[in-house]
């Protein structure tokens, strides 16, 4: 078993930037990615990004266009999503999730999930 905590959510300016982490525990040996998705209101929980556990490797939507960077801390399962130039259609409940494979963006495939934590961008 895998817990995943997300904490750093909050109330930011368009404009602004903001850190989500996601701190992992448990059973974590054979996790290959570590994906951040969002969901916003009446809609599908959508790919942000992802890094492998190794920290080595990022990608991300095209969406966030070049704004937000996925990190690891290393000596610490912690991964970090900085997100910069915030607009209001950030405003999501952000998600963490592990998976074994490597079909990254659809949510279906993660294994495990966080609680999540709530991001709102004001205009």
């Known amino acids: 078993q895998v817990q995943l905590v997300e904490s750093g959510g909050g109330l930011v300016q368009a404009g602004g930037s903001l850190r989500l982490s996601c701190a992992a525990s448990g059973r974590t040996l054979g996790i290959t990615i570590m994906g951040w998705f969002r969901q916003a209101p009446g809609k599908e929980r959508e790919f942000v990004g992802v890094?492998?556990?190794?920290?080595?490797?990022?990608l991300y939507a095209d969406s966030v266009n070049g704004r937000f960077t996925i990190s690891r801390e290393n000596a610490k399962n912690t991964f970090y999503l900085q997100m910069n130039s915030l607009t209001p259609e950030a405003t999501a409940v952000y998600y963490c999730?592990?998976?074994?494979?490597?079909?990254?963006?659809?949510?279906?495939?993660?294994?495990?999930w966080g609680q999540g934590t709530q991001v709102t961008v004001s205009s």
């Open positions: 999730g592990a998976t074994t494979r490597a079909d990254y963006r659809d949510p279906m495939i993660y294994d495990y």
């Open positions: 890094i492998d556990w190794s920290g080595d490797g990022t």
